[in-house]
Nanobody
Framework: QVQLVESGGGLVQAGGSLRLSCVASRSIVSTYPMAWYRQAPEKQRELVAT???????NYADSVKGRFTISGDNAKNTVYLQMNSLKSEDTAVYYC?????????WGQGTQVTVSS
């Protein structure tokens, strides 16, 4: 079992930046693959960024060049640095961990980008 707690969301103007944090209740960063997803109103949850146990990252085309996922194993934390935010980035952002056959999710943090 692991609990994931996101923070860092908020209201920001288009072109601005936010950094989301996901703190795990135990040491899983660098041990299991982790990811950030987002879900906009009336849309399906979509994958935003992933990071493997050896630090390889992958991004959705819509955020490439603007978002950066990283992990800090000592702090049990995964980050999502979001720059050049657009109105279409408005969504609830969720942290995800895949441990064996189990999926773990945080409660989500709201990001609202005003144009």
């Amino acid at each position: 079992q692991v609990q994931l707690v996101e923070s860092g969301g908020g209201l920001v103007q288009a072109g601005g930046s936010l950094r989301l944090s996901c703190v795990a209740s135990r040491s899983i960063v660098s041990t299991y693959p982790m990811a950030w997803y987002r879900q906009a109103p009336e849309k399906q949850r979509e994958l935003v960024a992933t990071i493997t146990t050896w630090g390889r990252t992958n991004y959705a085309d819509s955020v490439k060049g603007r978002f950066t996922i990283s992990g800090d194993n000592a702090k049990n934390t995964v980050y999502l640095q979001m720059n050049s935010l657009k109105s279409e980035d408005t969504a609830v952002y969720y942290c995800h961990a895949k441990i064996g056959l189990s999926d773990y999710w945080g409660q989500g943090t709201q990001v609202t980008v005003s144009s």
